[in-house]
Antibody, heavy 123, light 106 residues
């Protein structure tokens, strides 16, 4: 059964770069044509899709974040990663990695989620 | 950008009763709508996709309807574990979520 686990620093300073990794287990991220996703949730607020990446490296991003976001994939480690530049307090959130329900669709429902990792932006 | 608006923000219902949650899209999203349940401190759980198809393991008391811009999640007979926050999501364009409806015990 596919499982996802986020990891990375819980505290990032303003203007610096947020970096998180999602490790997949129970299946290879290159075994199906999924667009592996990052989704975030500020405290007490709703969910925001950040972007998704195919194991081939093709990626789609939320237009509102596109200038600051890079999602990459490492199939040898069965991982994919998120980098968010020039962070501010507004980037404080729980960050989830997730797998869409269907192959080939970067925009889809998400049926497998990691447990989430809280990232606080503060000096 | 397609904006998803959920109503009400908070819904108070007694156990055993029916709950109806609404979600409206700012433009047509066809049937590309999903619903999630989120308990405190947990990741969202997919309940429905394609407006009305239940995800694996989701009880039959959860049902969905709608098309175009107006969608509904109905929980036919509320159980204690159903009191949570529910989110709708469209995937007609890049994914977008509603702001959530908190379902609380009356």
């Amino acid at each position: 059964q596919q499982q996802l686990q986020e990891s990375g620093p819980g505290l990032v300073k303003p203007s610096e770069t947020l970096s998180l990794t999602c490790s997949a287990s129970g299946g290879s991220i290159s075994s199906g044509s999924y667009y592996w996703a990052w989704i975030r949730q500020p405290p007490g607020k709703g969910l925001e899709w950040i972007g998704g990446i195919h194991y081939s490296g093709g990626a789609y991003y939320n237009p509102s974040l596109k200038s600051r976001v890079t999602i990459s994939v490492d199939t040898s480690q069965n991982q994919f990663s998120l980098t968010l530049n020039s962070v501010t307090a507004a980037d404080t959130a729980v960050y989830y990695c997730a797998r869409p329900y269907s192959f080939y669709r970067y925009s889809d429902s998400f049926d497998i989620w990691g447990q989430g990792t809280m990232v606080t932006v503060s000096s | 950008e397609i904006v998803m608006t959920q109503s009400p923000a908070t819904l108070s219902v007694s156990p055993g009763e029916r709950a109806t949650l609404s979600c409206r899209a700012s433009q047509s999203v066809s049937s590309n709508v999903a619903w999630y349940k989120q308990l405190p401190g947990q990741a969202p759980r997919l309940l429905l996709y394609g407006t009305s198809t239940r995800a694996a393991g989701v009880p039959a008391r959860f049902s969905g309807s709608g098309s175009g811009t107006d969608f509904t999640l109905t929980i036919s007979s509320l159980q204690s574990e159903d009191f949570a926050v529910y989110y709708c999501q469209q995937y007609h364009s890049w994914p977008g979520f509603g702001q959530g409806t908190r379902l609380e015990i009356k």
